[in-house]
Every structure is written in structure tokens, then in C-alpha cells.
């Protein structure tokens, strides 16, 4: 692979389910992000992670969290979905810290009913 | 607050010349980027300016002025795969990325 791969593509999923995306990049990228992106919205930072074993968050981080225990993987998880959590998922990962170009993953369409 | 304002939708002619605008208020400014995103698809990086000034890179320039709060980018000899949405994004103090909601640009023959 090269790039950035997310799965699943997309998922319909029923309120109060626990669900993880995935995300894999293979560039050996330090920094990674997740994103939230919604109709008429500019994209939205859940949480981003500037090397393996940190995490923070970003604008919009409740309902989620994520993990980095190696630089290839950062999943986010949603412990409990909420319709409001209906929206399209960006994975992105950057060399360095937040000055540097993000690449970003094809993305996962979420729908919670 | 922090804020990103760009058209939501501009309409150009295939071959032509468009410009579409960035407004920004942020706290601090590390630098602003442009991404270019098509519909169903993920972002792709087009441009980043810190510096004053215009960037020109084949047939699409960016330009930057801090002092206005102001970017642009510009699309020359227009093609049908330029029907895209555009993304302006700032990088704040904190070094995160705020974007604006793109503008679609609809290219028609």
C-alpha cells in the first residue's frame, strides 16, 4: 500500500453502538490527525497525535477517542454513536508537526441511525 | 473567535481564468493552505503561503497578504477536472489547522 488507507468505507451503525475506524498510513509519518467534515461545515479536528504514544485533542473530541501505539496506526472510536455523529471521517498524517502538508486517507462514511 | 470565510460557490467557463478568495481571522498565523478537494474524494494540498506575496506553481497561483487577512487562489486556462471544491485553511498559534467550508467551483463548457 502506499498512502494512507481508512476502513471501513462507510457504515451504518444504530445509536449507542461502540464503533472503531481505522486508519493506517505507511509513509512513516510522526503526526497524525482525524477529522470530521459535514455539510456546509469546514473540516473539524477530533484529535490528532504528534508521534507514537501521544495523543491530544482538537476542536470537536467528545464522544471520541483514539490510540497510538505505533506510528503506522491511529484508530478513532466512537464509544457510544449519537445521530450527531453522522458524517464523513478524514484520516490525514503530516511528517512533522502542523506545519507540514497533510495527506489524507479516502475517508469513511458514517451514518448513525 | 477564529474564523475562515471563502465563496460557497462559484461558476467559471473552461479555458478562462478564476480567482477565488480567502478571508481570515485566527489567533496567531502560521501559515495558510490551499486544498483542492473533489466531490467524494479527500483533500489534496495544493498550496502554502507564510510570506507575503504570490506563489506560482503551473497553471495555479496562491497569494497571501497578512496585514489584510486575505488569500487567494487563482486558476488559469480552466479544465473540466477543476470542478472541485476549494479548501482555505490557517495554521493558528497552536499550530492547528481551522478551515474554512470550501467553495464548490463549478466549470462549465
Known amino acids: 500500500i502506499a498512502g494512507i488507507t481508512q476502513a471501513p468505507t462507510s457504515q451504518i451503525l444504530a445509536a449507542g453502538r461502540r464503533m472503531t475506524l481505522r486508519c493506517t498510513q505507511d509513509?512513516?509519518?510522526?503526526?497524525m490527525y482525524w477529522y470530521r467534515q459535514d455539510l456546509g461545515l469546514g473540516l473539524r479536528l477530533i484529535h490528532y497525535?504528534?508521534?507514537?504514544?501521544?495523543?491530544g485533542k482538537g476542536e470537536v473530541p467528545d464522544g471520541y477517542s483514539v490510540s497510538r501505539a505505533n506510528t503506522d496506526d491511529f484508530p478513532l472510536t466512537l464509544a457510544s454513536a449519537v445521530p450527531s455523529q453522522t458524517s464523513v471521517y478524514f484520516c490525514?498524517?503530516?511528517?512533522?508537526?502542523?506545519?507540514?502538508?497533510?495527506?489524507f486517507g479516502p475517508g469513511t462514511r458514517l451514518t448513525v441511525l | 473567535g477564529q474564523n475562515i470565510d471563502q465563496p460557497t460557490e462559484m461558476t467559471a467557463t473552461e479555458g478562462a481564468i478564476v480567482q477565488i478568495n480567502c478571508t481570515y481571522q485566527?489567533?496567531?498565523?502560521?501559515?495558510l493552505f490551499w486544498y483542492q478537494q473533489h466531490a467524494g474524494e479527500a483533500p489534496t494540498f495544493l498550496s502554502y503561503?507564510?510570506l507575503d506575496g504570490l506563489e506560482e506553481k503551473g497553471r495555479f497561483s496562491s497569494f497571501l497578504s497578512r496585514s489584510k487577512g486575505y488569500s487567494y487562489l487563482l486558476l488559469k486556462e480552466l479544465q473540466m477536472k477543476d470542478s472541485a471544491s476549494y479548501l482555505c485553511?490557517?495554521?493558528?498559534?497552536?499550530?492547528?489547522?481551522?478551515w474554512g467550508a470550501g467553495t464548490k467551483l463549478i466549470i462549465k463548457p
Open positions: 485553511a490557517t495554521m493558528d498559534s497552536n499550530y492547528q489547522l481551522i
Open positions: 503561503n507564510v
Open positions: 509513509m512513516r509519518h510522526n503526526a
Open positions: 490525514a498524517s503530516s511528517d512533522g508537526q502542523f506545519t507540514d502538508t497533510q495527506y
Open positions: 485566527t489567533s496567531g498565523f502560521n501559515g
Open positions: 497525535s504528534n508521534t507514537a504514544g501521544t495523543t
